[in-house]
């Protein structure tokens, strides 16, 4: 028997200012999208280029990290698949993160 791996490791841009909400159960999660772009093999079989992947932020250290992205900010985010049933039998797959940081673009040098 393999031992199970959930983990998921995605690179790509928040797609707008990140969202705080309060559950009814009093639990507090910071949620994004994510655009990501597919493989060029997948580009060549589909006409979509990008996935937007839902990201959630549980535990405060990582709240408090996400809730500083801003649109457009290219992150790096490590985290687990879950699927979650907001609406009875309506679900969707979003990633919890775990780790979360910017990435910054290599400076293009200037010829002067």
Known sequence: MTDDNNRVHLAGRVSADPETRVLPSGDEVVSFRL???????????SKQVVDTIECSAWSSAMRRVVSRLEAGAEVEVTGELRRR???????FVSVDVDSCRKV??????SGT
């Open 35 to 45: 655009i990501v772009r597919r493989s060029a093999a997948a580009r060549r079989r």
């Open 85 to 91: 049933f907001p609406r009875g039998a309506i679900s």
């Open 104 to 109: 910054t673009s290599p400076a293009v040098a």
